[in-house]
């Protein structure tokens, strides 16, 4: 198993350019999440999704958009990029239920980010 | 002020050094997860912890429900050792499973 799989590894963007950052995991786990990383700053929840279909907000949706058309990827779109989008962006997912380590959140290898 | 606090933020030891790293939380939780974030970015999963105490080879993380707080201890410390220290919680009626982060403990153990 690949695991979870992030790409692009690094991107640098200018002020208002568009991208997807892809997520994708060969886990067969109904959760995902996207994560963001400042420095010194704990991981913020950016988006969550319970399974194909549903997604849900987390603490800082604001100009960021996912989808989850199936259970092993899940895109993050940055419509108009703002420098205050500079971060590091985590994907993770998790099995449901939550006994016998179920309660574990997978990390990808990370997405660096630079809005200039 | 954060519902997940760590301490220390920086931690230096030397070789074979007894470290702890400590995380106090606010809110009513139903589990709490160490996690290690490598220098080079990677995230994994360390424990996961409802109660009492857990041990993975030199480290242990133990939980006391009634005080919210956890530890993560390292015995015989290593510079492989070296990285930041994650403390997560997930809380009594969230949904989707989500955790919040503490803002992780820099660890480096110098030889």
């Known amino acids: 198993n690949a695991g979870v799989t992030q790409t692009p590894k690094f991107r640098i963007l200018k002020i208002g350019q568009s991208m997807t950052l892809q997520c994708a995991q060969d886990m067969n786990h109904n959760y995902m999440y996207w994560y963001r990383q400042d420095p010194g700053m704990g991981l913020k929840l950016i988006y969550y999704?319970?399974?194909?279909?549903?997604?849900d907000k987390g603490e800082v949706p604001n100009g960021y958009n996912v989808s989850r058309s199936t259970t092993e990827d899940f895109p993050l779109r940055l419509e108009l990029a703002a420098p205050s989008q500079t971060s590091v962006y985590f994907c993770?997912?998790?099995?449901?239920?939550?006994?016998?380590?179920?309660?574990?959140?997978?990390f990808g290898p990370g997405t660096r980010l630079t809005v200039l | 002020k954060n519902e997940v606090e760590q301490s220390p933020q920086n931690l230096t030891a030397q070789e074979g050094e007894f470290i702890t790293i400590n995380c106090s939380y606010s809110v009513g939780i139903s589990a709490l997860h160490w996690l290690q974030q490598h220098p080079g970015g990677g995230i994994v999963s360390l424990f996961m912890?409802?109660?009492g105490k857990k041990k993975h080879g030199r480290l242990i993380a133990t939980i006391n429900i009634q005080e919210k707080h956890s530890s993560l201890h390292i015995t015989a410390s290593h510079p492989r050792d070296s990285a930041v220290y994650i403390c997560?919680?997930?809380?009594?009626?969230?949904?989707?499973?989500?955790?919040?982060f503490g803002e992780g403990t820099q660890l480096t153990v110098n030889p």
């Open positions: 912890l409802s109660s």
């Open positions: 997560a919680v997930r809380g009594m009626e969230t949904s989707g499973s989500r955790l919040t």
């Open positions: 999704s319970v399974g194909a279909g549903i997604t």
């Open positions: 993770a997912s998790k099995p449901p239920g939550l006994a016998g380590g179920g309660d574990t959140q997978y």
